[in-house]
C-alpha cells in the first residue's frame, strides 16, 4: 500500500538517520503518528502548514510502501473532505511495528518553502542540502 506523510526539516533529518526506512518516535505530545492516504492531502498540509507555521518554513512530501497487512490493521479515519483528508492513526506506541512493516526507502516527492526559508533545496530531489536521497544513502562516507 502506498502512503504519503508532509514532514518539516527536522523529522525528515530524522528519517535520513535511519537510512530512509523508518518513522521516528513520536514526541511525547504526539501520540498518533498519521500517514495520508493520497499526495494531494500530503502536499496541502506541506504547502499550507509546514512552509508557513514550521520553523524553519519549509514542508516536504514524502511516500512509502507498505505492507498490505501491517496498514489494513488501522482504520481510515476522514478528517474532512470525504475523499481527499484520509488518514491512518499509528498510536505511537504501535510505530515500531508499523515500520517493521515499511518496504523499501521513504523517498521525497516535492517540497514546499515560506517567504522566510533561508536553506538551500536541490529542485531534482527535493531535498535540503546535505541530506543524500535513499538511492545514494548506502555509498555515503561515515
Known amino acids: 500500500m502506498t502512503l504519503y506523510r508532509p514532514t518539516g526539516l527536522h523529522e525528515l533529518h530524522l528519517v535520513a538517520e535511519r537510512d530512509w526506512r523508518a518513522w521516528p518516535p513520536r514526541l511525547p505530545d504526539q501520540p498518533i503518528f498519521y500517514p495520508v492516504l493520497n499526495a494531494e492531502y500530503a502536499e496541502e498540509i506541506a504547502r499550507d502548514w509546514n512552509a508557513k507555521r514550521n520553523d524553519p518554513p519549509v514542508g516536504f512530501v514524502t511516500t512509502f510502501e507498505v505492507r498490505a497487512e501491517v ?72
Open 71 to 142: 496498514a489494513t490493521r488501522y482504520e481510515i479515519q476522514v478528517v474532512g473532505a470525504q475523499d481527499r483528508h484520509q488518514e491512518l492513526w499509528v498510536p505511537a506506541e504501535e510505530l515500531d511495528a508499523f515500520n517493521g512493516g515499511i518496504i523499501g526507502p521513504i523517498r521525497v516527492l516535492a517540497h514546499f518553502v515560506g517567504a522566510e526559508y533561508d536553506g538551500r533545496i536541490d529542485r531534482k530531489t527535493h531535498l535540503p542540502e546535505g541530506l543524500l536521497p535513499p538511492e545514494h544513502e548506502s555509498k555515503a562516507t561515515p
